[in-house]
């Protein structure tokens, strides 16, 4: 692979994340992304009066006037949807959860990171392009979902201030060429109260969604975004395993609104993992739905707090 061409994208674009040390200080990513999909943009909203006659040149007029269409926020929005390896979920997952990066442990916190977002979406071949930046950016949902015969995908949206265009940082897709990413086989599950971990083919489909709960719309006297305080951090999911007997103890833990802790583990390159250990109550009872597979058990929940455990906990290994 020559010098900064995605893997696997034909149109050679890409993506790169970078912390910054304060708001208003872009930097340049320090990790790239190899998206399938991205949602990186400015928003216009404008102010239009309505119901008011206009004339032009002395001449009514039933059209919409330019000069009244006034310019009150321009809004950044970053997002995309990637394969991620592991060192991109570990880069990831603090950022979602407002904590401090470094470990391999990681729990919602009051974090309060800016990131700067580096999207080269249709670049010429070799370095020193114009991109656009996104900085002063925050991360306000994060899904990781999979299913059978499949990779796991993160999908991640945020905002940020006013994007400009600079530029290019040349990319490093080394994280991305050493190692395969997640594979959804690679999938076992344990529900608190069963004596054993349950095999990836006792799990269709897994999709948990992180929201940081971002306050959003903080202009203030300003076009663009000043401040982004984050709020209640939430977490849901849902889970699809066979309705059968070998899964009537997982449902029967599981049911009467009661809190359960469920733990997740995905086995990824050499003895690399990534966990998440969820406090968890259903959303209503298991939803029995018909497939080609035979009968499945949906069940839906939302993460909750419970005493000194957390709602969610993320634990990498390797």
């Known amino acids: 692979m020559a010098g900064n061409e995605n893997p696997s994208l034909a149109q050679h674009s890409s993506l790169g994340i970078g912390v910054q040390a304060s708001k208003g200080t872009a930097v340049a990513p320090t990790i790239w992304f190899d998206f399938s999909e991205e949602e990186n943009r400015t928003d ?28 009150v926020k321009k809004d950044g929005r970053i997002g995309f949807k990637c394969e991620p390896r592991f060192d991109h979920l570990l880069y990831l997952l603090p950022l979602a959860f407002g904590a401090a990066m470094g470990g391999s442990e990681y729990v919602p916190g009051s974090q309060d990171d800016w990131i700067t977002v580096e999207v080269d979406k249709v670049a010429a071949n070799g ?11 925050k991360i306000t949902t994060l899904t990781i979902e999979s299913d059978q015969n499949g990779v796991v995908t993160v999908t991640v949206a945020g905002v940020a201030g006013a994007k400009t265009v600079v530029t ?13 990413p997640f594979i959804h086989s690679g999938l076992s599950f344990l529900v ?7 095999p990836p ?59 359960f802790d469920l733990h997740l583990q995905y086995a990824g390159y ?3 993992t990534f966990g998440l250990e969820l406090s968890c109550k259903l959303k209503g009872d298991p939803v029995k739905v018909s497939g080609k597979d035979g009968l499945k058990a949906q069940l839906s929940f939302e993460c909750y707090q419970s005493g000194s455990t957390n709602a969610v906990k993320a634990v990498f290994g390797s």
């Open 44 to 71: 216009v909203e404008l102010h239009e009066p309505t119901g008011v006659a206009t004339w032009v040149g002395g001449v009514p007029s039933r059209q919409r006037q330019a000069a009244s269409a006034v310019v």
């Open 127 to 137: 370095s020193g392009h114009s991109v656009e930046r996104y900085a002063d950016g």
């Open 270 to 272: 050499g003895d690399e």
């Open 201 to 259: 083919n006792m799990a269709y489909s897994l999709k948990v969604e992180f929201n940081s709960g971002v306050e959003e719309d903080h202009f203030a006297n300003n076009l663009t975004r000043i401040v982004a305080p984050p709020g209640e951090f939430t977490a849901t999911g849902t889970l699809e395993i066979p309705w059968n007997d070998e899964t009537q103890g997982v449902r029967d833990v599981m049911e009467d609104g009661e809190r």
């Open 192 to 198: 608190a109260g069963m004596p054993t971990w349950l």
């Open 168 to 180: 290019g940082t040349t990319p490093d897709w080394s994280a991305w060429l050493d190692k395969p």
